[in-house]
């Protein structure tokens, strides 16, 4: 530690990230990489160095987390390009059917645990259904605070049960756990608890808001004709006849979080051909779903190095 230090100090980088996490117009980008700095800095890490440190964190772990929020989220972008999300999303609001409050809710929640499961990222599968679900949910009173409440509580369920979200693959990498495991003893308890207090916490919000918040009309756009095409069809068959081979073999064959990118790339490739794009559409979506979430993937390769330091420190 720099001028001898107690190495308790060498907490200050995760209590500064703290504190410019809660800093108005504090990028999450910069504000990791001034922690990283900072860390840098208490260790004595020379500066000069650090190209070697982050080519290092490169093949960490946490980078890998990162590339497979990016993929998932490039996955998304291709489901809605080929109407497969729309599709997906549909299915679920008319068996539920959104014709009260309650029901209206938990339509949404499960579209968006749904979705989030499957993607592995919260952010990329919610903003794929946001213009599908609301435009259903607030015809019958449903307001945008009720929205949030959804996305984020059923949304962060979905994580703690999806086999490819950030969450599982980081429990499964620590533990050594494999994902049946972790999902009988922690993800499926830690979701149900989610999943019961979202509700309602939501039912709570919608008393307090209804009649205070509301979608102008221009927002809104209802298809109640919506048919999906042939093509459409296909893909979401392929899509989730793909998803269940890969994630069967995967847990019979006890793939690794690395098995992941196989599983975002060849679903992707084959929902995208069998809907009718080409493969250079396919890619370009990919691609275009990556680059939306590309800053996340950057936080998680500078996330290796600034815990390197914390615990280099002897914190």
């Not at 999806?162 to 429990?171: A, H, Q, R």
């Not at 919506?226 to 893909?235: D, E, F, M, N, V």
Request: hydrophobic share 55%; charged share 10%.
């Amino acid at each position: 530690m720099i001028f001898g230090l107690p190495p308790l100090l060498g907490l200050f980088p995760l209590l500064l990230y703290v504190i410019l996490a809660f800093k108005k117009g504090m990028h999450p980008v910069v504000n990791v990489a001034i922690c990283v700095v900072v860390g840098a800095v208490m260790v004595q890490q020379p500066i000069l160095g650090m190209g070697s440190v982050i080519a290092k964190a490169m093949g960490s772990f946490l980078s890998l987390v990162g590339l497979i929020i990016m993929l998932g989220s490039g996955l998304g972008v291709v489901l809605r390009h080929t109407g497969v999300a729309e599709n997906i999303v549909y299915f679920f609001m008319k068996k539920i059917g959104v014709d009260s409050e309650n029901k209206a809710i938990l339509a949404t929640m499960v579209t968006s645990v749904v979705l989030v499961a499957l993607l592995g990222t919260l952010a990329g599968a919610n903003a794929i259904i946001a213009p599908i679900v609301i435009p259903l949910v607030s015809a019958i009173g449903i307001t945008p605070s009720v929205i949030a409440v959804i996305f984020q509580g059923a949304g962060q369920t979905g994580l703690f049960i999806g086999p490819f979200s950030p969450p599982m693959v980081t429990l499964m990498g620590i533990t050594g756990l494999t994902y049946t495991q972790v999902l009988f003893s922690a993800g499926l308890p830690l979701s149900a608890l989610m999943w019961v207090v979202t509700f309602f916490v939501a039912k709570r919000v919608q008393k307090k808001t209804f009649g205070v918040y509301s979608y102008s009309r221009d927002q809104l756009v209802i298809r109640e004709d919506y048919k999906p095409s042939p093509q459409t069809q296909r893909g979401t068959v392929a899509f989730l006849g793909c998803m269940a081979l890969l994630v069967g073999y995967g847990i019979l064959n006890k793939g690794g979080a690395s098995y992941a990118i196989m599983v975002m790339l060849i679903t992707a490739l084959v929902t995208g051909l069998v809907s009718g794009l080409s493969l250079g559409k396919v890619f370009d979506s990919l691609m275009e779903g990556c680059g939306k979430i590309i800053w996340l993937f950057f936080i998680f390769l500078l996330f290796d190095p600034f815990l390197g330091f914390v615990e280099k420190s002897g914190a």
